[in-house]
């Protein structure tokens, strides 16, 4: 059974139509990425997992049908969501934004815990501890983002342009901790503009277009793939 499926999902923004019957599968333990131009629909997918848009179709998680869920039911189901644009509070410490993302968490001691083990992804975070999360740098309030999604302790993490508007080093070292997230057993759906970096580290991975996917395969066969590599890697 796949942890996450969407079957013939649409989307809508009022009266426009974002997305136009999508199918996608991740299964546990897998890295999958949705990769596609601005506009694509990348975006409007993760938000119609997480019930943050209109939609119509069937979204699965662990079996159970989410489509009509609430966000809050969704994310206490296990799906966690960093959005684009990372949307930390600019004025909590890196402290009171780990705690936020640990809201639901009433043991104090297992909060703790997931603050100590956020720090074995991120230790610079361990260093801004009581940094105020708007003064620090991208990459930093990137970081946050994750470790404050990880606090829920998902069964799956959903990525939106991780790497939007990084330096190239902070990017490699983002994709080198969703490696290791991954390794350690989390299951990822990682939308990204940035598809060699994407396909590089995804097991499979799909291709969007004007709210259709177009292509899917193994990330490999993506990577290698003549139409992607002129449409997204040239």
């Given at each position: 059974m796949s942890l996450l499926q969407l079957n013939k999902v649409e989307a809508f923004y009022g009266g426009i139509q974002a997305l136009r019957g999508i199918d996608i599968t991740v299964h546990q333990g897998e890295i999958v990425t949705l990769?596609?131009?601005?506009?694509?629909?990348?975006s409007t997918t993760?938000?119609?997992i997480c019930g943050?848009?209109?939609t119509k179709g069937e979204i699965l998680f662990e079996g159970k049908n989410i489509t009509s869920w609430q966000p809050h039911q969704i994310a206490m189901a296990g799906i966690a969501h960093v959005p684009e644009g990372r949307r930390i509070f600019p004025r909590l410490t890196v402290k009171e934004n780990l705690e936020m993302g640990a809201f639901s968490?009433?043991?104090k001691k297992q909060v703790k815990q997931r603050i100590e083990q956020a720090f074995v992804y991120f230790p610079r975070l361990k260093e801004r501890y009581h940094q105020a999360g708007g003064t620090m740098s991208g990459g930093e309030q990137q970081m946050l983002a994750i470790a404050r999604a990880l606090m829920m302790n998902p069964d799956i993490l959903l990525l939106d342009e991780p790497s939007m508007g990084l330096a190239p080093v902070l990017v490699d070292q983002i994709f080198d901790?969703?490696?290791?997230l991954n390794a350690a057993g989390m299951t990822i759906l990682?939308?990204?503009?940035?598809?060699?970096?994407?396909?590089?580290?995804?097991h499979r991975g799909y291709v969007i277009q004007t709210g259709e996917i177009v292509m899917q395969d193994y990330a490999d066969v993506l990577l290698s793939s003549n139409e992607v590599q002129e449409a997204y890697l040239a």
């Open positions: 990769i596609g131009s601005n506009g694509a629909g990348k993760l938000k119609s943050q848009v209109q968490v009433k043991d901790i969703i490696q290791e990682l939308v990204e503009q940035n598809a060699y970096h994407a396909l590089k580290i995804a």
